[in-house]
């Protein structure tokens, strides 16, 4: 049923997790919310980053480069926008040595910035535990259900394993992603909220 109103919604912002890099001029600050980092190999294939399908994907057939990047969580300091974080894996560094000696990331204040500050310069992060007892953190997201709607990958089409080592694997069926990802009324239908992801 549509539901209707005499008056703007106060709320325009869409649904879903915006996603940032770190930007040029000043550092980008915010505490973790999820517990580990999730990352992925992804293509630039038919004009958007498109993750790696692995088995039968078209880009690598193609021999498209592929670079692996990391995602996380963040409550961004100051605005309080709950964001996804991404960068590579070289930047990535600090994080996946504080998971090695900790057992979560969440409630770490992370700061990212690029010393050169210029577009696409390398990115230096630090990591620092803070005192929690005044701050409340939201719930993470589900990291992989929020990339999916980023990429714009049909929820029908996705099905997620976890491997022995509590890896999630995202795999697709390509015949179903391709079939609906070419179709305008269900490229972009896919919904976070009606289909629960096995994790
Ligand atoms: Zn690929």
Not at 62 to 82: F, Q, V
């Amino acid at each position: 049923m549509p539901s209707f109103s005499n008056s703007i919604p106060n709320e325009t912002k869409r649904h879903g997790y915006d996603l940032r890099r770190t930007p040029p001029d000043k550092p980008l600050k915010g505490i973790i919310t999820c517990e580990k980092l999730i990352g992925c190999y992804t293509h630039w294939w038919n004009g958007r980053t498109s993750p790696c399908e692995d088995e039968g994907c078209k880009a690598c057939e193609s021999n498209t480069p592929s670079r692996w990047h990391c995602y996380l969580s963040l409550l961004e300091s100051g605005t309080h926008d709950h964001i996804i974080f991404e960068c590579t894996a070289k930047a990535a560094l600090p994080i996946t040595e504080y998971q090695l000696d900790n057992p979560t990331l969440r409630g770490v204040l992370l700061t990212a910035w690029r010393p050169k500050r210029r577009r696409n310069a390398r990115v230096e992060i630090l990591l620092k535990p803070i005192d929690l007892s005044s701050i409340k953190i939201p719930p993470a997201p589900d990291l992989i259900q929020a990339m999916s709607v980023i990429w714009q990958l049909p929820g029908a089409a996705l099905e997620t394993k976890k491997n022995e080592r509590s890896m999630t694997r995202m795999t697709t069926d390509p015949d179903i992603l391709q079939a609906q990802r070419f179709n305008p009324a269900d490229g972009n239908g896919q919904s976070t909220n009606k289909r629960k992801v096995k994790t």
